[in-house]
């Protein structure tokens, strides 16, 4: 067991005895035994249908239950609903029920009835109620906060997440919104739920200790997001000015639905802090009709990636379009007149437009997708190709706008290759996860000059970070955390 090492970053430890095979229970359980007293322990032995990691029937969840309450008599004690009820009709004498947490797990989705199961929790005698359901949007952190909310008010002790990427919201406020406690894994390839974060990620990353409900919160709106690297900078940045703020990474899958329940200060349904967020893919033109004002350049663009609330309000912004052109610029200087080849159809080419032409460059676009293309290239006064057979020797600057190369299924992957970009002179990449990417290999081995999208990233936060707080951004260290969260996740890519 990997006790010491949980106790160097917990306050209570879970023992999760469902994880261990059967061989193995009766030796672990003496040893669990001796490590009580340590620190505060809480005692698990989960049934596969409520997540645990053995088939485990309920005349055998009872006879442990039954002999554990006077073998563990310092420990909590987590007894799923459906024994708890068992244990309260029988009368079982032998229960500390002021050690029990009551609890109930909800694999696929979020139940209709959590009412009525909170009201059966109410029924035993358990001193601690504990609910955890699958969040598939993040939309469905709202029950759960209410749960706790209600909770709160009746004066009963709590525990309640949305388990999944989607609802890693209720697992970083829960406790400062009433939740008795949150859950963290040792490490990341130990989680025993989805969507668990690990202990350090919680305590060093979103600073949990130090969130309450007046704490403002930002964050990253999404399909998906749970690898993005800008909780890192913005925690980082928040840290080291002292804010009190903290940046949650949050799945969308219905961004209008998101902004109305969650977000709008005059239709949210959740009573928290929230100041702004980072809108990325695919929701960064869905969000414009939820807003009550969007900058011209966002307009013109038509894609907002920053919003901001402003008392009883939602600014949208583009700050992409703002610096996208920045670490270029430090290297070549003037782009007026230069030749430029943007390639792709998404979104990211329209603020790449926007600036290149407000730079005086001349922009040709390269693109599969043609039709798309073509379209966003007439907007900004551009001319489009199509890109298979595409020669880009002729070009000052070559950005690679598209997804390609990004770290997961598409990272083998290339727009164009070195045949292609033999004779231009330097190449911009849009992708800053991996930092070198196939796009700048290929370049490199063109004889290309390459720059890759971790400044812009950076560049793009900065001003982020300043519209939120309106103080100026600490951009080395948000670089610094970037760097070392990309390092982080190609460490773990390899293992």
Not at 71 to 97: C, G
């Amino acid at each position: 067991m990997a006790f010491a090492g949980a106790n160097d970053v917990a306050h209570t430890i879970e023992i999760r005895l469902d994880c261990l095979e059967a061989s193995e229970f009766e030796k672990a359980s003496k040893r669990v035994t001796e490590l009580i007293g340590e620190r505060p322990v809480i005692i698990t032995l989960r049934p596969a249908e409520q997540g645990g990691q053995r088939e485990l029937d309920h005349e055998t969840r009872q006879h442990f239950w039954s002999s554990a309450a006077s073998r563990y008599r310092r420990a909590s004690l987590d007894i799923e609903l459906d024994l708890a009820e068992s244990f309260t009709e029988r009368a079982e004498t032998a229960i500390d029920w002021n050690r029990v947490i009551c609890s109930h797990h909800d694999f696929t989705g979020v139940a209709g009835d959590l009412d009525q199961i909170y009201k059966r929790m109410l029924r035993t005698p358990a001193r601690i109620l504990k609910i955890a359901v699958q969040a598939d949007d993040v939309t469905d952190c709202i029950p759960i906060f209410d749960l706790l909310e209600r909770a709160r008010r009746e004066g009963r002790e709590m525990i309640a997440i949305a388990m999944g990427t989607a609802g890693i919201a209720t697992r970083i406020l829960g406790p400062s919104r009433g939740a008795f406690l949150t859950y963290g894994a040792l490490e990341t390839d130990r989680a025993t739920a989805p969507g668990q974060l690990t202990a350090r990620e919680l305590r060093e990353l979103y600073r949990i200790n130090t969130i309450t409900p007046q704490t403002q919160v930002m964050g990253l709106a999404g399909w998906p997001v749970a690898h993005s690297v800008s909780p890192h900078m913005h925690n980082a940045a928040f840290a080291a000015t002292g804010i009190d703020a903290v940046y949650i990474p949050f799945e969308v899958r219905e961004a209008t639905a998101f902004v109305r329940r969650m977000v709008h200060p005059r239709t949210r349904e959740i009573d928290w802090n929230l100041r702004g967020l980072s809108v990325t893919a695919p929701h960064k033109t869905t969000v414009m009709d939820s807003l009550d004002w969007i900058e011209p350049a966002a307009r013109e663009i038509g894609a907002v990636n920053t919003i901001a609330v402003v008392d009883d309000a939602l600014h949208g912004y583009n700050t992409d379009a703002l610096v996208i052109l920045e670490p270029v610029k430090r290297k070549v200087g003037s782009l007026r007149n230069a030749r430029c080849a943007v390639i792709g159809a998404g979104g990211a080419v329209s603020a790449a437009l926007w600036s290149l032409r407000r730079e005086g460059a001349r922009v040709v676009v390269f693109a599969r997708d043609f039709a798309k293309a073509d379209a966003a290239a007439k907007e900004f006064s551009a001319s489009c190709e199509r890109l298979e057979g595409a020669r880009l020797d002729e070009f000052d600057l070559v950005i690679n706008a598209t997804p390609l190369g990004t770290r997961g299924p598409l990272e083998n992957e290339t727009p164009v290759t070195s045949h292609q970009l033999r004779g231009a002179r330097f190449t911009y990449d849009l992708v800053y996860n991996p930092i070198e990417t196939r796009f700048m290999r290929e370049a490199r081995e063109a004889g290309c000059e390459t720059i890759g999208g971790l400044e812009m990233l950076v560049a793009q936060a900065a001003e982020q970070f300043k519209l939120w707080t309106g103080t100026d951004a600490p951009i080395e260290i948000m670089r610094d955390a970037a760097r070392s969260a990309l390092a982080d996740h190609n460490l773990k890519s390899e293992i």
